[in-house]
């Protein structure tokens, strides 16, 4: 094995995270918060730093496409060397030796299904091409299935150290993170547009009459309109998704389950968010703040 090129510093930001995917690592997974069973808190960095170092990879720094590409392919090397229980060559870069140590231990301790670990991987290999190629979604069925290798491979590994396998939880799990990936698409319009990141679905834009450089020009007032009312659409969906997901919660013993009620509502509060600004976040990004937290609260207990 050849040594590793060199990324990024993996993150070490820690804290209660919205499940949503985006720049400046507004995070992709919930981090080992207060409320995460301490027990399990080691195997939850253990992932969260080797998907934070991967999407560096596949997102950060000047590197060209077939270079991203490459540090992807010999990062999934390094995954499978780790899975096989084999320790990563001496001139592995430092920064890789510490995120495959660490999941190397939580692998020995949890065994993690394997293609869940590389699904993830796929989704941002996936992503430098899509980019690379401007590449526009034609539904909402390619969409979900990006869901499948980017969102979905979340939520299966952290039910997997709760020790639950239900098909149906599993499918409310897959609901979640689907619409988590989807609320952080329609969240980050004003961001991922001029990067050339698009996930606005072709046949949607179709039917309103709108086409993917409109988000980039200065809309008309008709347009605008048409504009709010494709991403309310999409919002609703994945409003939807989340609500159909949700009884998850109650499936999930303790403190796990209440870190689940807060990423639930965490998703649901920048939904109200974006219709806050008529749903034109090709204009402005919403985000959650602190005072946020107070009604996220109110909401988790209202759970039950």
């Known amino acids: 094995m050849s040594p ?12 209660l995270a919205p499940l949503t995917r985006g720049v400046g690592h507004y995070e992709n997974f919930p981090v ?17 730093h080797f998907a934070r170092t991967a999407d560096d990879l596949a997102d950060e720094g000047n590197w060209s496409v077939a270079e991203r590409l490459a540090h ?17 060559p ?23 299904p394997p293609h869940l670990l590389h699904d993830l991987l796929s989704a941002f290999e996936q992503d430098v091409r899509y980019t690379a190629a401007g590449h526009a979604y034609t539904g909402m069925d390619e969409l979900l299935a990006y869901c499948h290798w980017s969102a979905q491979p979340v939520g299966r590994l952290l039910l997997h150290l709760y020790g639950i396998d239900a098909p149906e939880a599993l499918a409310q799990s897959d609901d979640i993170c689907s619409a988590l ?10 961001v991922d547009h001029p ?28 347009r605008a309109v048409r504009q709010a009312a494709l991403v309310a659409e999409l919002c609703a969906d994945a ?66």
């Not at 990423?263 to 600004?277: C, E, K, M, N, Y």
Request: aromatic letters at 8%; proline letters at 8%.
């Open 72 to 88: 992807l392919a010999a990062y999934r090397q390094a995954l499978q060397t780790c899975l096989d229980g084999t320790p990563l």
């Open 181 to 190: 990936q989807l609320i952080n698409f329609w969240q980050d319009i004003s």
């Open 90 to 112: 001496p001139d592995t870069e430092a920064a890789w030796q510490r995120v495959f140590g660490a999941l190397a231990r939580a692998q020995k301790q949890h065994r993690f």
């Open 195 to 222: 990067r050339g990141r698009h996930y606005l679905p072709a046949d949607q834009l179709e039917r309103h009459g709108l086409t993917l450089a409109d988000f980039g020009a200065e809309a008309s007032s008709e």
């Open 239 to 304: 409003r939807q998704r989340i609500l159909r997901g949700a009884p998850l919660v109650h499936r999930i013993p303790g403190r796990a389950g209440w870190e689940l009620r807060l990423v639930v509502q965490g998703g649901l509060r920048i939904l109200d968010h974006l219709a806050a600004i008529g749903h034109r976040s090709w204009q402005h990004r919403v985000t959650l703040v602190k005072a946020d937290l107070p009604r996220l609260l109110w909401r988790a207990w209202r759970m039950g």
């Open 32 to 48: 080992a918060s207060w409320l995460c069973p301490p027990a399990l808190r080691p195997a939850v960095v253990a992932l969260y």
């Open 4 to 15: 590793a090129p060199t990324p990024p510093p993996a993150s070490t930001d820690a804290g």
